[in-house]
């Protein structure tokens, strides 16, 4: 990674395409010149980006923004929901038609809308695997809905053995459950259990807050995955990770 001057003790960062260290950024229906300005501003930190839940339905110009991403060799995939309500409606083939149509070659697979036998989605998730790379998602979109831990190891273990590349830890937008409490703290007995059974590096933790980001870095270091990240954050992510902010100014810093 080259930066504008040099300064020592800067934790090294994986090279693009990244296997870990991997920022997604949540689009919620940004303009065709505000994705052009996202690349322009952050093309070196951003490895995928998700079209939020459905709004690749209504986003005006999509192919146009499409073509933005692609033209920087930024991956899009489109959220979770959407896929969702294709199969709530028995139109999975249609989905598979409309990836191919805008030439995504990425896809989440998620079921916190709809009640999804788990074996259901794991067949859903080899699909898509032999068309495009997949990311799943596991935990519970609703306040108040606790997922024992071994439930959400032997998710996250079958949906990776059906072929998802990543699997993301759920916390929505707000980043206020599954992962979280609904004060947006971490469930640390949660989590030290997932990391414990599956490769951190195999999990994005959606952290769409600060406190959050700074949690994971101090965790697992720079190089770990993190999503649901806002366009307008992601030089003070990279930053976060390096260490050039109050949260984590002495984590990579000698101990002396």
Not at 210 to 221: D, N, R, T, V
């Amino acid at each position: 990674m080259k930066y504008n001057f040099d300064i020592d003790h800067i934790p090294a960062r994986s090279e693009k395409p990244r296997q870990k260290g991997i920022t997604m950024v949540m689009d919620k229906g940004l303009s065709v010149n505000e994705a052009q300005n996202l690349i322009d501003s952050g093309e070196a930190y951003i490895d995928v980006v998700k079209l939020g839940f459905g709004s690749s339905l209504v986003t005006p110009n999509l192919e146009k923004k499409l073509a933005v991403y692609r033209a920087a060799n930024i991956p899009v995939y489109l959220g979770g929901t959407l896929i969702e309500a294709f199969i709530a409606r028995n139109k999975f083939d249609d989905y598979l038609r409309l990836l191919e149509k805008l030439k995504i070659t990425f896809a989440e697979v998620s079921d916190g809308s709809i009640e999804l036998p788990h074996q259901k989605k794991c067949e859903y998730i080899s699909t898509l695997a032999k068309h495009v790379k997949v990311v799943s998602e596991v935990g519970s979109k609703e306040e108040g809905i606790l997922i024992h831990p071994a439930m959400w190891i032997k998710m996250m273990q079958a949906e990776l053995e059906a072929g998802a590349w990543k699997v993301i830890a759920e916390a929505r937008e707000s980043g206020t459950v599954g992962i979280y409490r609904p004060n947006g703290k971490a469930h640390v007995v949660l989590i030290n259990k997932i990391v414990n059974k599956i490769n951190v590096d195999n999990i994005i933790w959606e952290a769409p807050q600060k406190s959050q980001q700074a949690y994971f870095i101090k965790l697992f270091g720079a190089d770990v995955n993190l999503g649901n990240i806002a366009p307008n954050e992601i030089i003070a992510l990279e930053s976060l990770r390096l260490g050039m902010r109050s949260d984590s100014f002495f984590q990579f810093l000698p101990k002396k």
